[in-house]
């Protein structure tokens, strides 16, 4: 797994880019067979099932208070709600809320409506929880982010200050874009039209995951690292913003002490925050959740479950998992596997988008290769059995 030849061409960062860009427009939309969990391993005491395997492109997750089950996409153009009418721990009804969008992958719900973000513009469906068969025509919360498809997909979240967060993910694989890009933004969806966005957070390539510590509230973020600089280099990232205003050092820095062989002698990784954990090298770290559920053990309860989607810019491929980072106070100590089991021996068989903790408590796990979304449950007697 050493890295790439540091004379290759696509260590030039215009043909990486264009590298780059043309690998993300081969990605399909979903996979064509059906979830394969056969070889999934968890801890001992948990199992996994298929919550849904009708949701082609499954990305982002939200929920309702009712556990409606909110569901984005990209290359479908559609955004789905999943109702478990029986409450079995599997979705009886699979209702399309929108079609012919432009990349819908964030969704959010917040005091009755569900929110999408597409690529340049926030949409809001109002009282969806009751009207899943007619969904209401949208209300364009704000439409003044910009159109780049390159990372232009989004994320969105409601923080506890009730605004609703929006990330500006880097136009390139690696450039100095400006304001508003590689950022996490925030509106006021109150406000006429959003009101102006504000930048929270700079120097974040593409962050499409991020939640708040349930104690300090505390935003905390994922971060995907640049390519075209090798298999090891850089690390993908897991940060921690406890005020607004810090620069996380793209396109400058890269995991807190890797120069940019481009633009790092502009600027010293030493100015800008480092990350709060590094995680695997292009592993595409995409959702995160803390865990506030009880279903699991004592020792998971407020710990970051991470959907890493995986690695297409390196020769041994890596990710295509849930990972656990372990954290004691306001420090991330710990980085492991969760859930795995999706690449087998180079072959893929699911790529893990978002998680979301049910009311239950069980997690839920998107895949956009499968169409699918998972749920991961615990059971002391499923370990009495096992032993």
């Not at 070889?39 to 849904?52: A, C, D, E, N, W």
């Not at 409506?113 to 007619?134: K, M, N, P, Q, T």
């Not at 390159?150 to 506890?160: A, L, N």
């Not at 897991?238 to 620069?247: E, F, K, T």
Request: hydrophobic letters at 35%; a positive charge; aromatic letters at 10%.
């Amino acid at each position: 797994m050493g890295a790439r030849n540091p004379k290759s061409k696509i260590q030039n960062p215009k043909f990486a880019a264009l590298l780059g860009a043309a690998v993300l427009a081969l990605v399909p939309a979903c996979a064509a067979g059906k979830p394969q969990l056969g070889g999934i391993r968890l801890p001992p005491g948990f199992s996994i099932s298929v919550y849904s395997d009708a949701v082609p492109g499954a990305r982002s997750l939200a929920q309702s208070p009712r556990g409606i089950v909110y569901v984005g996409s990209m290359e479908t153009g559609k955004v789905y709600a999943l109702v478990d009418k029986d409450r079995d721990g599997r979705a009886d009804q699979v209702f399309t809320i929108a079609s012919g969008l432009r990349a819908p992958n964030g969704v959010a719900w917040r005091d009755g409506s569900l929110y999408v973000a597409e690529i340049s513009r926030v949409l809001r469906f109002d009282g969806i929880d009751d009207h899943l068969a007619s969904p209401p025509k949208p209300v364009v919360v704000t439409d003044t982010y910009p159109s780049d498809g390159h990372h232009g997909w989004k994320f969105i979240r409601f923080g506890p200050d009730g605004k609703l967060y929006v990330p500006v993910g880097a136009p390139c694989n690696v450039c100095e874009p400006g304001d508003p890009y590689a950022s996490i933004t925030r509106i006021d969806p109150k406000a006429p039209k959003g009101g102006k966005p504000e930048i929270v957070a700079r120097g974040i390539r593409n962050t499409v995951g991020f939640d708040w510590q349930p104690k300090t509230g505390v935003l905390w973020f994922t971060d995907n690292g640049r390519d075209m600089m090798g298999d090891d280099m850089p690390p993908d990232e897991l940060n921690r913003a406890p005020r607004a205003g810090l620069n996380f050092g793209f396109p400058y820095c890269h995991g807190g002490d890797a120069s940019d062989p481009e633009f790092g002698r502009k600027h010293p990784c030493s100015e800008f925050t480092p990350p709060a954990i590094k995680l695997g090298p292009h592993v595409a770290a995409l959702g995160m959740r803390f865990y506030t559920g009880t279903m699991f053990p004592q020792r998971y309860r407020g710990q970051i479950f991470i959907a890493e989607h995986g690695s297409w810019n390196r020769s041994e491929k890596i990710g295509y998992r849930v990972t656990l980072v372990r954290v004691e106070g306001d420090r991330a100590v710990s980085y492991e596997p969760f859930a795995e089991g999706w690449l087998h021996g180079g072959r893929v068989s699911g790529r893990p988008v978002d998680v979301e903790v049910m009311p239950d408590g069980a997690l839920l796990v998107s895949d956009d290769d499968a169409g699918a979304i998972y749920r991961i449950a615990w059971s002391a007697k499923k370990i009495a059995i096992d032993l």
